[in-house]
């Protein structure tokens, strides 16, 4: 769960949610404040009051996300067949985002035995009619499963932590349906791709040169360009992004609001703690804006854009690696 700071209080204080840019809240962490206390024990809590009405939490908005896996969030680089190392050539798990590009070059990246590679999208990937994803395998011109033996667990997850095994996929069958996951999910965001060991009996085991979500993709992306599907989710909201992911010194991060009107956006961690605002005015709708933030001083880690506006909150997930 993901926190906002919204006050730094003393005694009895009310708090009013809208300076944190959220238009309501399921829960409150409240922490003492080491710098302003100077008792022995710190804040003593006695209880927390809602101020209004308690409301049922409103169903979220969903914004459809990138056609492709766009983010980083995991690699654990396996072992080779007989206990060795997999080739470097092999192991850069950002040749496994963005398009693929469905060649026999290196531009893949070798899971190895023990390993799997976890990814994300920018948004939702709608769970429609059919199979939903597709992983694209590099299997040098051998296009089925009995004669490439490679094999991958397919595990998919709405938050990053909590996972659920979907399929097992190879070369010749390579598409998910969200329902195998759990039929009750209207969209997933991250998909982890694990090699399969006691399948696969190739020397390096599963190689992944991408990961498609056919929802949010073009016709001549899909796997089947005569039956595209109706969006779940075509009244598309404002924009939020970022590249490269992961950034190493610098992420440029670009945004266009739906609305114009007064946008903030903002840098925190994963654990909610604020790091900078990066933008804080009027912005006017469906303009692209564009803005250079520089990544040396953070450690390495997952962290999130956060766009607010009077009509919308969007999350950008990013990862920094140096």
Not at 95 to 116: K, M
């Amino acid at each position: 769960m993901n926190f906002v700071f919204a006050a730094t209080i003393c005694r009895d204080e009310g708090i009013d949610i809208s300076t944190t840019g959220l238009e309501y809240i399921v829960a409150v962490r409240v922490t003492t404040n080491h710098l302003l206390t100077n008792t022995p024990d710190g804040y003593d809590l006695d209880g927390i009051e809602s101020l209004h009405p308690c409301d049922d939490v409103p169903e979220p908005v969903i914004i459809p996300g990138d056609c492709y896996a766009s983010e980083l969030v995991e690699y654990v680089e396996g072992i080779t067949s007989d206990g060795g190392s997999i080739d470097a050539v092999r192991t850069d798990p950002t040749e496994a985002l963005g398009e693929p590009e469905r060649t026999d070059s290196y531009v893949f990246t070798t899971l190895g035995y023990g390993g799997s590679l976890t990814l994300g999208f920018n948004g939702a990937v709608p769970n429609g009619e059919g199979d939903d994803i597709e992983v694209v395998e590099t299997s040098f011109n051998t296009p089925d499963c009995a004669t490439y033996p490679e094999f991958a667990d397919i595990y998919l997850s709405q938050d990053g932590e909590n996972f659920l095994y979907a399929t097992t996929i190879c070369k010749g069958n390579a598409f998910i349906d969200i329902d195998d996951a759990n039929p009750d999910w209207e969209f997933i965001t991250y998909v982890k791709i694990v090699n399969n060991n006691e399948l696969t009996t190739t020397p390096d085991g599963y190689d992944v040169d991408g990961v498609v979500a056919f929802y949010n993709c073009d016709d001549e992306d899909k796997h089947n360009a005569d039956a595209k599907p109706t969006d779940p989710f075509a009244s598309m909201g404002g924009l939020l992004k970022s590249q490269p992911n992961p950034a190493t010194n610098n992420s440029m991060v670009t945004f266009s609001p739906a609305y114009s009107g007064y946008t903030n956006l903002e840098v925190y961690d994963m654990s909610g703690r604020h790091i900078e605002t990066l933008f804080s005015r009027s912005a006017d709708e469906n303009v692209d804006y564009k803005i250079n933030f520089n990544v040396d001083n953070l450690p390495n880690g997952l962290y999130m854009y956060r766009l607010t506006t009077n009509h919308e909150v969007l999350i950008s997930k990013f990862m920094v690696v140096h």
